[in-house]
């Protein structure tokens, strides 16, 4: 990130503002205990008093640091720990931005600056793909990758797919069809769901 902007529109707000969306002392706690005591407010979100990056069904994402950012666990989440999420993230990388600490309520991991994938946006096709076969070689699959848009973020250099709160471990996942079917290349995907097409011939083809 660049330090002028961080600098200029970044406050440092205590950590309990972060808490979505009513306070827990539980998550609080644990916080406070991992040295957690404050966040940025920044992003393009509104939290109540405060700005965030992201939010979903049981997190928030919010920056810690230049080059950190923390997914704390939503009071009201579905899910009673994130520790499943931060195992399969961890075993992404570095298909997935890397993960440096976590706990039954948060995880802190590299902040990606860039933005979210576009539709059709085929300049990063080739690298994305190869991002989700290799979650296919480590037993990944990602849920949302029908859906890539809201899933990927693209920075100057490449691609991150993120949020792996419905990922899980499989003997055979399907990452690299979803992305090939969200570009409309149905053909080439079921070629290669039915094993008739490897995946070094897929990216010869669209090179």
């Not at 039954?104 to 096709?125: A, V």
């Not at 890539?148 to 990922?167: L, Q």
């Amino acid at each position: 990130m660049s330090e002028r902007v961080f600098e200029k529109d970044s406050k440092l707000v205590d950590i309990k503002y972060f808490i979505y969306p009513s306070y827990d002392y539980d998550i609080y706690r644990e916080l406070l205990e991992n040295g957690i005591k404050y966040a940025y407010s920044f992003g393009d979100l509104n939290l109540g008093k405060v700005k965030v990056i992201g939010k979903g069904k049981t997190g928030i994402v919010a920056l810690i640091s230049s080059n950190r950012v923390i997914k704390i666990r939503r009071s009201d989440s579905p899910k009673e720990t994130l520790e499943l999420e931060a195992k399969i993230q961890q075993r992404a990388f570095p298909s997935s931005p890397k993960i440096y600490h976590y706990g039954k309520n948060f995880i802190i991991m590299d902040y990606i600056e860039g933005r979210k994938l576009r539709r059709n946006d085929r300049s990063y096709l080739i690298d994305l793909l190869k991002r989700a076969k290799y979650l296919e070689d480590v037993y990944i699959e990602h849920m949302e990758l029908s859906r890539p848009w809201s899933n990927v973020i693209v920075s100057t250099e490449r691609t991150y797919i993120i949020d792996y709160d419905s990922a899980s471990f499989k003997e055979k996942p399907y990452n690299v069809t979803k992305i090939l079917s969200a570009f409309k290349l149905n053909d080439i995907a079921k070629e290669y769901k039915l094993g008739k097409l490897d995946f070094d011939k897929i990216i010869s083809i669209l090179s």
